[in-house]
């Protein structure tokens, strides 16, 4: 299904679509463009392929740049992602360094922005692109993890590089960086209520679904729907359906996908099973 903003007015009521309409109206004929490492898998991605039509169908000209990476670049950015997150063993070669370097240099030479009004740049991957510019417009980074206690080698890295956007999207008050003087906003996580992971099922299809898969309809579910990501805990879950079961008779259900920009997944997957 392709969205249309009419769609959402049965879940958020004909004001709120009224207001978003009335609000974008100052925007008409701007030309935005959102910049990320992957067209599948993850929150991100997710998020992008529902907002950009629908600005799009308010009239703001909205585009999408993928960030073409190879299989070093995203297992260094994946170990920068973890780094970010926290995890203080993350070491910043100077090999990375050069990779991640490299690699964004040669999108910029393919990735022009001179038509832009607006350039919004997610997450840690494509950060540094900024730097290859002479900007002609505002840039925002949008971080959709939680830097609050970001490793102090991986944000010594970044931080000059997002300190040249104009402003940061974070999705908590909390994930600010408090030695980041850039403006912050926050935009607070949500879901697209109609996609395909969201959207009802029939009682005979969900039937149909759970005994292909072998699981017992007449006893609770506990479950994890998420990427196998090591920050998603999925391990974390398995023990805790290890605690519940000694006292109520449940079965676990992991179910999760594959972000493209993500080699760790398939590592953590092969942990779960």
Same mark, same amino acid.
């Given at each position: 299904?392709?969205?249309?903003?009419?769609?959402?007015?049965?879940?958020?009521?004909?004001?709120? +679509?009224?207001?978003?309409?009335?609000?974008?109206?100052?925007?008409?004929?701007?030309?935005?463009?959102?910049?990320?490492?992957?067209?599948?898998?993850?929150?991100?991605?997710?998020?992008?392929?529902?907002?950009?039509?629908?600005?799009?169908?308010?009239?703001?000209?909205?585009? =999408?740049?993928?960030? #073409?990476?190879? @299989?070093?670049?995203?297992? +260094?950015?994946?170990?920068?992602?973890?780094?970010?997150?926290?995890?203080?063993?993350?070491?910043?070669?100077?090999?990375?360094?050069?990779?991640?370097?490299?690699?964004?240099?040669?999108?910029?030479?393919?990735?022009?922005?001179?038509?832009?009004?607006?350039?919004?740049?997610?997450?840690?991957? *494509?950060?540094?692109?900024?730097?290859?510019?002479?900007?002609?417009?505002?840039? +925002? =980074?949008?971080?959709?993890?939680?830097?609050?206690?970001?490793? *102090?080698?991986?944000? @010594?890295?970044?931080?000059?590089?997002?300190?040249?956007? @104009?402003?940061?999207?974070?999705?908590?008050?909390?994930?600010? #960086?408090?030695?980041? %003087?850039?403006?912050?906003?926050?935009?607070?996580?949500?879901?697209?209520?109609?996609?395909?992971?969201? %959207?009802?099922?029939? *009682?005979?299809?969900?039937?149909?679904?759970?005994? #292909?898969?072998?699981?017992?309809?007449?006893?609770?579910?506990?479950?994890?729907?998420?990427?196998?990501?090591? =920050?998603?805990?999925?391990?974390?879950?398995?023990? +805790? =359906?290890?605690?519940?079961?000694?006292?109520?008779?449940?079965?676990?259900?992991?179910?999760?996908?594959?972000?493209?920009?993500?080699?760790?997944?398939?590592?953590?997957?092969?942990?779960?099973?």
């Amino acid at each position: 299904m392709i969205p249309r903003l009419e769609y959402y007015e049965k879940i958020v009521g004909k004001d709120v +679509i009224e207001y978003a309409r009335a609000s974008s109206e100052r925007l008409i004929g701007t030309h935005i463009v959102h910049v990320n490492a992957t067209s599948q898998g993850g929150g991100v991605a997710e998020i992008l392929n529902t907002l950009v039509i629908l600005m799009n169908r308010l009239k703001i000209d909205t585009g =999408w740049r993928i960030f #073409k990476g190879s @299989d070093h670049f995203f297992n +260094i950015t994946k170990k920068i992602h973890n780094g970010m997150q926290g995890d203080t063993s993350v070491k910043m070669t100077s090999f990375r360094k050069r990779v991640y370097l490299e690699e964004t240099e040669r999108n910029c030479i393919m990735t022009h922005f001179k038509t832009k009004d607006l350039v919004i740049v997610h997450d840690p991957q *494509p950060a540094a692109m900024i730097m290859h510019y002479e900007k002609r417009q505002p840039w +925002i =980074w949008r971080c959709h993890i939680d830097i609050k206690h970001a490793s *102090p080698k991986v944000w @010594d890295f970044l931080k000059p590089f997002i300190s040249k956007y @104009d402003g940061v999207i974070v999705s908590m008050d909390h994930y600010k #960086k408090e030695d980041l %003087a850039t403006k912050y906003h926050i935009i607070q996580p949500s879901i697209d209520p109609l996609s395909i992971k969201n %959207a009802p099922i029939k *009682p005979e299809r969900r039937k149909k679904v759970l005994s #292909k898969r072998g699981i017992d309809q007449d006893r609770p579910i506990l479950t994890q729907i998420s990427r196998f990501d090591p =920050w998603k805990d999925p391990l974390g879950v398995v023990k +805790i =359906w290890e605690k519940v079961r000694k006292e109520t008779d449940c079965q676990l259900v992991l179910m999760g996908d594959m972000a493209g920009d993500d080699p760790e997944g398939p590592v953590i997957y092969e942990k779960v099973r």
